[in-house]
């Protein structure tokens, strides 16, 4: 069965300093893969989708950036955080057609 | 935008009672699906429907979908107290929108 993991649970981070967390997933190929954002008592926006290797698509202009390094491995980053980069990060894997999407279990940032 | 709005944003109910949320959308889609998350958690996959179907079941979960309203409604029925969290729903067209969701409160 698929898997998919996400880490740290949860990150403290000072502005300005960098960030970096990471996705994978276990059991499939060739996913398309989904970094959201959630902010507090807001819905879910997608920051990037990714349909393979090195293929990276961003779907609101900010402080983040994603790469896909290996197949199952998505990431995401910031170089200099700002207090506005709070929020719930979710990364999500899907087949590449089908609509449905599979969550991770979330990595909470508080930037301070 | 193509975001989803559920309606109510929080709804609080008596266990074993029926809950009802409503998601609207603006634009064409492909297909709608509904998200529950946990306080804190990720979200968890409860059910998809398509543009052309108008009603589907998964066990104590009712959709319909209506789409000359853009409207979607999910029904719990005989709600348990683990029915508590939130839920969204997502449209898919060309892109995945999510709504701003529904917080329930189940009260046992």
């Known amino acids: 069965s698929q898997t998919i993991h996400q880490w740290p649970a949860t990150l403290v981070q000072p502005v300005g300093s960098p960030l970096s967390l990471e996705c994978t997933v276990e059991?499939?190929?060739?996913?398309?893969l989904y970094w959201y954002r959630q902010a507090a008592g807001r819905g879910l926006q997608l920051l990037f989708y990714?349909?393979?290797?090195?293929?990276i698509s961003s779907e609101v202009p900010q402080n983040l950036s994603a790469s896909r390094p290996q197949d199952r491995q998505f990431i995401l980053s910031s170089k200099k955080l700002l207090l506005s980069d709070s929020g719930f990060y979710l990364c999500?894997?899907?087949?590449?057609?089908?609509?449905?999407?599979?969550f991770g279990p979330g990595t909470r940032l508080t930037v301070t | 935008s193509q975001q989803g709005e559920e309606d109510p944003q929080a709804l609080s109910i008596q266990e074993g009672e029926n809950a009802t949320m409503n998601c609207s959308y603006k634009t064409s889609i492909n297909n709608l699906q509904w998200y529950r998350q946990n306080s804190g958690r990720g979200l968890v996959h409860l059910i998809l429907i398509r543009s052309n179907e108008r009603e589907k079941h998964s066990g104590r979960l009712r959709v319909t979908l209506d789409t000359s309203k853009k409207s979607s409604s999910l029904l719990i029925t005989a709600s348990r107290a683990a029915d508590t969290a939130s839920y969204f729903c997502?449209?898919?067209?060309?892109?995945?929108?999510f709504g701003t969701g529904t917080s329930l409160t189940v009260i046992p």
């Open positions: 990714s349909v393979g290797i090195g293929q």
């Open positions: 999500a894997w899907g087949l590449a057609f089908s609509y449905e999407q599979y």
């Open positions: 997502a449209t898919s067209g060309n892109q995945f929108y």
């Open positions: 059991g499939t190929s060739n996913p398309n």
